[in-house]
């Protein structure tokens, strides 16, 4: 952690030059003592607030970075050859700052020592000083993708505490407190793991944080830096990610009740998805058991328990959420029960009803089975499908199924409570699943289509933010060929184009680049432009390479992640 972020005790932090912080302290513990004894608290408070507009007013200025900090921005900004000042005044200065900072400065962030990485800090300090949390938050995410890709380029661990540290500050000036505390957490782990299990309060930011703001007792906080260093010692593939060894501590540090105003938001790290998703399959079961628990405990106010043993079974994982009164969730219970089955074929019915039986044997309503293939009968209403519906006909019951495509999504973004309530209200009011009319079918492919894309119709998204997401439809594979179909045209995709393509990046992480008029250099954009005339029945553009991109990610030849609002692409090493 900087000095900046174990000095700032509240989100408003630093002071702009005039009134520094000892001065205002100051003033406001005459203002304390000068008080009659037994004065009433909304008295102090009232007071409290006029002596900081008072101080606002002598400063003239709105909260921001200290003088020396301005300082210190101004000798560092060469490293982005513009100014500074200036640009975080502009109404998209912040998107504007992420984007210069990623392009120039996103391969020199792996030590926090760095110019490069104070500098990404300082302008993400200054929005959050300027009790602009959002844009804020959006800077520090993109500061931790950045410190992760060079992880994973490195193989080795760096210390992650700033930006986690300053994400929990972001949560907090928010008003989430669920999250604000689960951040701060992953930020302890990352203090215990750089400081040999140690508690040292002048260098962190952690110590006061939990302790005044989140009240936990000094004797438990360095009990928790001691576990999470014994569980780096035990297993040092996990020290990569502060996310699996937090995941592996008690919940006792969970005291805060969530806030309805963060009940939608759901905020997972794609790398660590990734990383449990390259681990499935392995026989055991337990990497589908980690990753689910993962993504239930990314839920603001879902507790999780892995491996709970009964008299008379084994729980996979158990579930508990607390605060939520408004939303879908309270209709599931406080409890509810996961199982996961990592296996090679669709679960059966056979083990669909003993999953039943479970949650009826723990009065549950609500369940979760997460099957890699998902469930026999799907599409049809057959087998254990059909018993999906008839179990909530018969008892009340929902159990929702996530698959390895549901994986895949979440891996790239999606949010994992919006998945969640979709596939509930999907069997609590027996919906029927989108699906293409055979009329509306034919007449969306063209009669003289090439055989080689002939197959199924699949309608998805193109890749990145939510709200920048756009619906198409395409019939054919990777493997056959594929054809993209517009609101006025159709564009054709080769099997060899898709071949070629894949022998290119197999193996390979790099930028989507889907700008129309100025692609990404290394990006797909550029190289689907560049090579489409020579290896494709016709030229293709940007565009359409969102397109493809979306294609490769949905059929599993790919994964996606997002940086800032930035796609890139984490192709297989096997091509088709």
């Given at each position: 952690m900087s000095e900046d972020a174990a000095k700032a005790a509240e989100p408003a932090g630093e002071t702009p030059s005039g009134v520094t912080r000892a001065a205002s302290q100051s003033v406001l513990s005459e203002a304390e003592t000068s008080l009659p004894s037994g004065s009433l608290a909304n008295e102090l408070a009232g007071l409290r607030g006029e002596v900081r507009r008072l101080t606002l007013t002598l400063q003239g200025s709105s909260p921001g970075l200290s003088q020396e900090s301005w300082n210190e921005l101004h000798t560092l900004q060469d490293e982005l050859h513009v100014n500074v000042a200036v640009l975080l005044n502009q109404p998209d200065g912040a998107a504007q700052a992420e984007r210069r900072l990623r392009e120039t400065l996103s391969h020199r962030v792996s030590d926090p020592a760095t110019?490069?990485?104070?500098?990404?800090?300082?302008?993400?300090?200054?929005?959050?000083?300027?009790?602009?949390?959002?844009?804020?938050?959006?800077?520090?995410?993109?500061?931790?993708?950045?410190?992760?890709?060079?992880?994973?380029?490195?193989?080795?661990?760096?210390?992650?505490?700033?930006?986690?540290?300053?994400?929990?500050?972001?949560?907090?000036?928010m008003e989430f407190p669920a999250l604000a505390k689960r951040f701060l957490m992953l930020t302890l782990c990352e203090d215990a793991l750089s400081n040999s299990g140690e508690v040292r309060t002048e260098e962190s930011g952690v110590y006061f944080r939990m302790a005044w703001r989140h009240g936990m007792p000094d004797s438990r906080l360095r009990e928790y830096f001691r576990r999470c260093y014994s569980r780096y010692l035990e297993t040092k593939s996990t020290s990569l990610f502060p996310e699996e060894i937090v995941q592996g501590l008690d919940h006792g540090w969970m005291t805060e009740l969530p806030a309805p105003s963060e009940a939608g938001i759901y905020s997972a790290n794609l790398h660590y998805l990734h990383h449990l998703l390259s681990q499935l399959g392995s026989g055991t079961g337990t990497a589908l058991e980690i990753l689910a628990?993962?993504?239930?405990?990314?839920?603001?106010?879902?507790?999780?328990?892995?491996?709970?043993?009964?008299?008379?079974?084994?729980?996979?994982?158990?579930?508990?959420?607390?605060?939520?009164?408004?939303?879908?969730?309270?209709?599931?219970?406080?409890?509810?029960?996961?199982?996961?089955?990592?296996?090679?074929?669709?679960?059966?019915?056979?083990?669909?009803?003993?999953?039943?039986?479970?949650?009826?044997?723990?009065?549950?309503?609500?369940?979760?089975?997460?099957?890699?293939?998902?469930?026999?009968?799907?599409?049809?209403?057959?087998?254990?499908?059909?018993?999906?519906?008839?179990v909530f006909q018969d008892r009340g019951m929902v159990i929702v199924v996530v698959d390895n495509s549901d994986l895949k999504q979440l891996a790239s973004g999606a949010n994992f409570t919006s998945?969640?309530?979709?596939?509930?209200?999907?069997?609590?009011?027996?919906?029927?699943?989108?699906?293409?009319?055979?009329?509306?079918?034919?007449?969306?492919?063209?009669?003289?289509?090439?055989?080689?894309?002939?197959?199924?119709?699949?309608?998805?998204?193109?890749?990145?933010?939510?709200?920048?997401r756009k619906r198409f439809t395409y019939v054919g594979s990777v493997k056959g060929g594929a054809e993209i179909q517009f609101e006025k045209s159709q564009a054709h995709v080769s099997s060899a184009f898709f071949r070629a393509l894949l022998d290119h990046f197999g193996g390979k992480t790099i930028p989507g680049g889907f700008s129309f008029e100025n692609p990404t250099p290394g990006g797909l954009g550029e190289w689907v432009c560049q090579h489409s005339p020579e290896l494709n029945s016709h030229p293709l553009t940007p565009r359409h390479a969102s397109h493809i991109a979306a294609i490769l990610v949905h059929e599993g030849y790919a994964q996606s992640s997002l940086r800032g609002a930035a796609v890139w692409l984490h192709f297989a090493k096997e091509g088709v």
């Amino acid at each position: 952690m900087s000095e900046d972020a174990a000095k700032a005790a509240e989100p408003a932090g630093e002071t702009p030059s005039g009134v520094t912080r000892a001065a205002s302290q100051s003033v406001l513990s005459e203002a304390e003592t000068s008080l009659p004894s037994g004065s009433l608290a909304n008295e102090l408070a009232g007071l409290r607030g006029e002596v900081r507009r008072l101080t606002l007013t002598l400063q003239g200025s709105s909260p921001g970075l200290s003088q020396e900090s301005w300082n210190e921005l101004h000798t560092l900004q060469d490293e982005l050859h513009v100014n500074v000042a200036v640009l975080l005044n502009q109404p998209d200065g912040a998107a504007q700052a992420e984007r210069r900072l990623r392009e120039t400065l996103s391969h020199r962030v792996s030590d926090p020592a760095t110019r490069a990485a104070r500098l990404w800090e300082l302008v993400g300090v200054y929005y959050l000083h300027s009790r602009r949390p959002y844009p804020a938050l959006s800077l520090f995410f993109g500061l931790y993708d950045c410190m992760l890709e060079a992880q994973a380029q490195s193989g080795s661990r760096c210390h992650k505490g700033m930006p986690l540290c300053w994400i929990s500050d972001c949560y907090w000036q928010m008003e989430f407190p669920a999250l604000a505390k689960r951040f701060l957490m992953l930020t302890l782990c990352e203090d215990a793991l750089s400081n040999s299990g140690e508690v040292r309060t002048e260098e962190s930011g952690v110590y006061f944080r939990m302790a005044w703001r989140h009240g936990m007792p000094d004797s438990r906080l360095r009990e928790y830096f001691r576990r999470c260093y014994s569980r780096y010692l035990e297993t040092k593939s996990t020290s990569l990610f502060p996310e699996e060894i937090v995941q592996g501590l008690d919940h006792g540090w969970m005291t805060e009740l969530p806030a309805p105003s963060e009940a939608g938001i759901y905020s997972a790290n794609l790398h660590y998805l990734h990383h449990l998703l390259s681990q499935l399959g392995s026989g055991t079961g337990t990497a589908l058991e980690i990753l689910a628990e993962y993504l239930l405990s990314c839920m603001p106010g879902c507790r999780t328990a892995r491996h709970v043993q009964t008299p008379s079974t084994d729980l996979d994982v158990v579930c508990c959420v607390d605060g939520f009164e408004v939303d879908f969730r309270s209709e599931l219970g406080r409890y509810f029960v996961c199982e996961c089955k990592d296996w090679k074929q669709p679960a059966d019915f056979t083990a669909f009803a003993k999953f039943s039986r479970v949650l009826d044997s723990v009065k549950a309503r609500f369940g979760i089975l997460f099957s890699r293939e998902g469930l026999s009968g799907a599409g049809k209403t057959q087998d254990a499908e059909r018993d999906q519906l008839k179990v909530f006909q018969d008892r009340g019951m929902v159990i929702v199924v996530v698959d390895n495509s549901d994986l895949k999504q979440l891996a790239s973004g999606a949010n994992f409570t919006s998945m969640l309530r979709d596939k509930y209200e999907r069997v609590r009011l027996d919906l029927m699943p989108a699906r293409t009319s055979r009329t509306s079918r034919q007449n969306a492919i063209p009669s003289a289509l090439p055989d080689e894309a002939g197959g199924d119709m699949s309608t998805i998204a193109t890749l990145g933010p939510s709200s920048k997401r756009k619906r198409f439809t395409y019939v054919g594979s990777v493997k056959g060929g594929a054809e993209i179909q517009f609101e006025k045209s159709q564009a054709h995709v080769s099997s060899a184009f898709f071949r070629a393509l894949l022998d290119h990046f197999g193996g390979k992480t790099i930028p989507g680049g889907f700008s129309f008029e100025n692609p990404t250099p290394g990006g797909l954009g550029e190289w689907v432009c560049q090579h489409s005339p020579e290896l494709n029945s016709h030229p293709l553009t940007p565009r359409h390479a969102s397109h493809i991109a979306a294609i490769l990610v949905h059929e599993g030849y790919a994964q996606s992640s997002l940086r800032g609002a930035a796609v890139w692409l984490h192709f297989a090493k096997e091509g088709v």
